[in-house]
DNA sequence: CTTGCACCTCTAGTCGCTAGAGGATGTAGG
DNA sequence: CCTACATCCTCTAGCGACTAGAGGTGCAAG
């Protein structure tokens, strides 16, 4: 039962201090009880809770998602079919960002091979960004 | 040398016109001459620029690194390597971003697989959230 | 001449924090 | 007990790259 300070529950659960009274004010966060001096005093519940967030968070996962996620976390009873569908929104949202990303890994590697360090009117990477014909895809 | 309204530019640039107004602002775009009515009135060569930039953007370069290149396409007699060292910094940057979201797709992916559509308590995106030490991989 | 769309400026909001000011509290050493 | 210093508090403003909306003006077609 020992008061765990702000400083602390920043060190244990991976979300920086200000980040944490944040996810307070935007309600991610229940406002925890407050020492004598009115500082934060948290309990080991909520730097799970920290963690959990931190960890969708890293996993690109929107505040607002994250929300959802923790209301259901709160009531195991619940069919989880929504947590399923935002995890199967975030893939086919990730698997797209990837397909972009190897098209846009194609063209820069184009553009930097073509660039022969010489003049400007010969750089590869200022023509292919003036002209999109020259794209090696059209994908966007 | 006929007038190119805003929104004329925006269709033929694929700039939405807000956009067009806010890279005048932050000085990407110069301020193009007025009609008598104090309407914007944009040159062929805006048009160029614009789509430079949009290209640009698609490609993930920020506005910093796109008014370096606009200032290298200015000038064609300078030497090209600050736009190729723009370009392989990017390139890095991507293979990073590459790396990352194949992780997470592996990591959602077992999630959503081993979602069975029941009730919370045993659902693994709930699960796999709450306890880092679950994951797939530790990446992150 | 009216209708209605496109244009104008300006401010404020988005997201998820981060930085800084200016002050209070808590703790360790002398 | 005093001082020094880290940590805490609240509050406001800033970041990047736009986007949305209010409230008003210009212009072209019917």
Known sequence: MK???????????????PTIRYYEGIGLLSAPSRS??????????????LV?????????????AIRTLL????DPNQSCA????IAKARLIDVEQRIRSLMALK???EAMV??????RVDQCRVIEVLADHGQCAHSYH
Chains 1, 2 share one sequence.
Do not use: W
């Not at 008061?3 to 201090?17: F, L, M």
């Not at 929504?82 to 569908?85: E, M, P, V």
């Open 113 to 118: 091979a073509g660039c022969g360090h010489g």
């Open 71 to 74: 209301t259901l976390q709160d």
């Open 3 to 17: 008061k765990i300070t702000i400083g602390e529950a920043s060190r244990q659960s991976g979300v920086k201090v």
């Open 36 to 49: 004598e001096g009115n500082q934060r005093s948290y309990e080991p519940a909520d730097i799970s809770r």
């Open 52 to 64: 959990f967030i931190r960890h969708a968070r890293e996993l690109g996962f929107e505040v607002d």
């Open 106 to 108: 194609v063209e820069l």
């Open 82 to 85: 929504s947590a399923d569908a």
